[in-house]
């Protein structure tokens, strides 16, 4: 009988431990990129760095409000496209995840922002970089990089007080990104006593850039500024050798500043030309880059373009804010998110009031042998 009783009492604990291990807090973090389109190749390095860090977040083993957390994602594609992003956001919204990384593009983030902010969710997007987005005010809404202010002016600066050009003509493909790093190049070149001798219009589909260009030439600038991304920036650099603008400058912002835009321009010689500017310092020189990067390259072998480091600290940063409120419910842990100290790979993350990373920094870069070279 009491050996009975022994063997019963056993089966109660490990029922009860099995209980618990049942009742470990499934934490989902949602992320939202361009996964299919012409901008994937971007979108796919962003998932790529959520996914790093859930994966480094579990095998840390991290308790939240005492329980043992395990996190995990929930992916969508918008895109690029600003009605998918808001649905891709509501989706999220309905699924009732922790926090969303996200998303990529500006245009897509902004008025994905307000269905966050509608349903009480937070993002940190470490790739949109329009001011606009925290103009509103809203506590759901967080950037770990630079925003477009920052970016546009520094090359304008760098225009004209490293290279002393006088004449630029500035191009965008009218989204929210890129027009407004354009208008932040133009008004800062003005303002530097530069000549902004031309201004043109195209769209993140168009693949023909030659009626553009040609009307460009005939003005005779030093440089283009081009507000936009890669996948238009590559074969505009083919077409302006065609043109034979070989000593014309080509500026641009983060949205060009990729390791893809030497495949894309085809080996031109205009790739040399080519000055840009991200948020943030090279990853070389993060204070965790350098191993990370190695991790990620060992992992995702040839996939690596640009924002993945922010997407993996953003993800922890959400992390951070839920161990230290001791929940995963975003009313009680915005206030923690709020007052970040947390040290990342990219950066020390801290926040302004208004969702703007303190102390954003800006490299620029240019590409050597093909081969993107910060400066």
């Known amino acids: 009988m009491q050996f009975k009783l022994k063997v019963?009492?056993?089966?109660?604990?490990?029922?009860?431990?099995?209980?618990?291990?049942?009742?470990?807090?499934?934490?989902?973090?949602?992320?939202?990129?361009?996964?299919?389109?012409?901008?994937?190749?971007?979108?796919?390095?962003?998932?790529?760095?959520?996914?790093?860090?859930?994966?480094?977040?579990?095998?840390?083993?991290?308790?939240?409000?005492?329980?043992?957390?395990?996190f995990e994602i929930e992916a969508e594609d918008d895109a690029a496209d600003p009605k998918q992003g808001t649905a891709a956001a509501q989706k999220l919204c309905d699924a009732k995840v922790a926090g969303v990384v996200g998303h990529l593009n500006s245009g897509t983030t902004i008025p994905a922002s307000k269905v966050y902010h509608d349903c009480g969710i937070p993002h940190i997007t470490g790739a949109a970089t329009n001011p606009d987005l925290t103009k509103p005010g809203y506590d759901t809404t967080y950037r770990i990089i630079a925003n477009d202010n920052a970016l546009g002016a520094a090359l304008a600066v760098y225009a004209a007080d490293k290279l002393h050009l006088k004449k630029v003509a500035v191009v965008d493909d009218r989204t929210a990104y890129g027009q407004g790093v354009a208008e932040v190049f133009k008004k800062t070149?003005?303002?530097?006593?530069?000549?902004?001798?031309?201004?043109?219009?195209?769209?993140?589909?168009?693949?023909?850039?030659?009626?553009?260009?040609?009307?460009?030439?005939?003005?005779?600038?030093?440089?283009?500024?081009y507000g936009g991304m890669d996948t238009q920036a590559g074969p505009m650099l083919r077409q302006m050798e065609q043109l034979g603008m070989e000593k014309v400058k080509f500026f641009g912002g983060d949205g060009i500043c990729t390791t893809e835009i030497a495949k894309l321009s085809g080996g031109a010689k205009t790739l040399n030309n080519v000055v840009c500017a991200e948020g943030g310092v090279a990853i070389d020189k993060m204070p965790g880059g350098k191993a990370w990067k190695a991790r990620y390259d060992a992992k995702y072998p040839g996939q690596f373009q640009i924002y993945s480091p922010y997407t993996y600290d953003a993800t922890f940063v959400l992390a951070d804010a839920m161990q230290r409120a001791g929940s995963i419910d975003p009313k009680k842990y915005i206030p923690f998110l709020k007052k970040t100290n947390f040290k990342g790979v990219t950066a020390t993350i801290q926040f302004e009031p208004n969702g703007e990373l303190k102390n954003a920094q800006v490299t620029l870069s240019t590409y050597k042998d093909g081969k993107k070279t910060p400066m």
């Open 8 to 70: 019963t009492a056993a089966v109660a604990i490990a029922a009860l431990c099995g209980a618990a291990a049942a009742q470990d807090l499934v934490v989902k973090i949602g992320h939202v990129a361009p996964m299919s389109g012409p901008q994937a190749h971007y979108g796919k390095d962003n998932e790529n760095g959520v996914r790093m860090a859930i994966e480094d977040l579990n095998a840390k083993g991290i308790t939240i409000g005492g329980k043992k957390a395990k």
């Open 189 to 225: 070149a003005l303002a530097k006593g530069m000549q902004v001798v031309d201004q043109q219009y195209t769209n993140d589909k168009a693949t023909d850039f030659m009626a553009i260009l040609t009307a460009i030439k005939a003005k005779n600038p030093d440089a283009i500024f």
